[in-house]
DNA sequence: CGATAAAACTGACTGACGGTCGGTAATTAC
DNA sequence: GTAATTACCGACCGTCAGTCAGTTTTATCG
């Protein structure tokens, strides 16, 4: 009975680990679904008894690789200062990791793209950017930041993000370009500080 | 010789008028090649004569759109008290006409899907992108805003209105919506000015 | 006016790929 | 054991972007 639920488990996970390589290395259109059937030693047939389609195969691995790259920001940012120094600092880890290699074919390229923009969104709100709102929420508890709808603002944020991940990917020198994002980033943040010293 | 010219010229609008509909009203993805030769009233190959493939019909579309595009948006923002209250109006015009129909479809949906985000940021730095640029970089030059590398907070304040034109079209109120954006982004904004010697 | 060249245009055809489906093998339940 | 359920197989199908050999239209020149 157990014995059932391990073959499923292990085929699936072939499958998704398949997945992931093929859609990071040449993106999600350039790569066939015989592809990952062959490359997880599975007929095609066997791919589509786990998913529906296509689609839901990259959803799958969307959400894994987006789960882990959250976890790694989680990790960076766990010491900090205050709660908009941690948020500068998650999100330059966020955009480091995600304009390099796979992760950002993944997570920036083909994601909004497969999934349409609401659905990357919803489940990328689930991960890294409803931290955001979360910091935010409790810097304006603080004082840090005069209160203020939240939504709309944490939106901003992870937009210009997105932004700079995608820069950065695309740029010669990623790391250079990497530093100019995260100063500018700090500069927004720092903006949005109360100006007449609330403490 | 000016006939020759004069028929291309009108077969190549037909062709673009034509597939900026369908784009707009369903999509890259959902428009076929022989949808739009259709429409057009020429054959397949006609098509392939002026354009070399989809993505190529898809760019030329892109570009007339986002001229348009930036027209509009220097209309409505060609009155303003400051250069940062007009980059408000602009920034706000801008993502309101983004977000709602064909526009939208094809600016922000497609657009980075299918020309890929460097191509999109490229085409649209000549329209409406490279404003912000130019605005920002007054703005410092007339001291509203302390002198900082003007690039990299241009490329994060297009990637949050863009952020925010995706989110107007997907709200269930865009009004409603765009006002809460309109008024995050005037925060961002307001953030950046100078802080007074007085504290 | 032909004759010739060049460009615009046609539409049947091809190859690739996502997805289907009838069938087989393995596993579990009784 | 047998029946039922689930995992898996792979030949086949429909669709669609893109091709190409051939036809029509337009421009050029003697």
């Known amino acids: 009975m157990a ?25 999600f259109a350039a790569t066939t679904m015989d592809e990952i059937a062959q490359a997880s030693g599975v007929a095609k047939g066997a791919v589509y008894h786990h998913f529906a389609g296509k689609e839901r195969v990259f959803e799958a691995v969307f959400e894994a690789v ?28 966020y955009f480091t990791l995600c304009s390099e290699g796979p992760t950002g074919q993944v997570m920036l390229r083909d994601g909004p793209a497969v999934l349409g923009w ?7 709100a ?22 203020q709808p939240v939504e709309p603002l944490a939106r901003l944020f992870l937009g210009a993000v997105t932004e700079a991940a995608m820069a950065c990917g695309e740029a010669e020198h990623p790391a250079a370009a990497g530093r100019a994002y995260a100063e500018a980033l700090e500069t927004l943040l720092d903006g949005l500080r109360a100006r007449r010293p609330a403490r």
Chains 1, 2 share one sequence.
């Not at 940012?77 to 709660?83: I, K, P, R």
């Not at 810097?139 to 005069?146: D, H």
């Open 3 to 27: 014995r059932q639920a391990d073959r499923t488990a292990q085929t699936r996970a072939a499958i998704l680990e398949a997945a992931k390589t093929l859609f990071g290395a040449q993106g």
């Open 126 to 147: 689930q991960h890294f950017g409803g931290d955001i709102a979360k910091v935010l929420h409790l810097a304006m508890k603080q004082g840090l930041v005069p209160a």
């Open 118 to 124: 609401a659905r990357w969104r919803e489940i990328d």
């Open 66 to 93: 987006s789960m882990e790259v959250a976890r790694q920001v989680a990790a960076a940012s766990a010491e900090a200062t205050d709660v908009l120094a941690s948020m500068a600092t998650a999100t330059r880890a």
